[in-house]
């Protein structure tokens, strides 16, 4: 497994950007698909993005958001754009070995504690 680390979270009003980092170590990093999740209060988690050699997106964030790795630093980003206020939850960056199954929460390995996002009106 990897352990995963998030940074980057913050304040930020509709219309702004803010670029997260996961940070990963262990072995074979380049081997798992990376997704990025979100979990607004009292709701499920729901997949953002994934990238193994290709990227993945949900309708919600594409055009607006971009999910790209660095495989010699072993991590990955998610650049926000045009955030929205309904973009406010806390989000985590998880890795899995299962193709396909990268928009499925429950299919991951491993988990970071999350970096919360808060965009205002």
């Known amino acids: 497994q990897v352990q995963l680390v998030e940074s980057g979270g913050g304040l930020v009003q509709a219309g702004g950007s803010l670029r997260l980092s996961c940070a990963a170590s262990?072995?074979?990093?380049?081997?798992?698909?990376m997704g990025w999740f979100r979990q607004a209060p009292g709701k499920e988690r729901e997949f953002v993005a994934a990238?193994?050699?290709?990227?993945y997106y949900a309708d919600s964030v594409k055009g607006r958001f971009t999910i790209s790795r660095d495989n010699a630093e072993n991590t990955v980003y998610l650049q926000m754009n045009s955030l929205k206020p309904e973009d406010t939850a806390i989000y985590y960056c998880?890795?899995?070995?299962?193709?396909?199954?990268?928009?499925?929460?429950?299919?991951?390995?491993?988990w970071g504690q999350g970096t919360r996002v808060t965009v205002s009106s």
């Open positions: 998880g890795a899995t070995r299962a193709p396909s199954y990268y928009r499925d929460y429950r299919r991951y390995d491993s």
């Open positions: 262990g072995r074979a990093f380049i081997t798992y698909i």
């Open positions: 990238i193994n050699w290709s990227t």
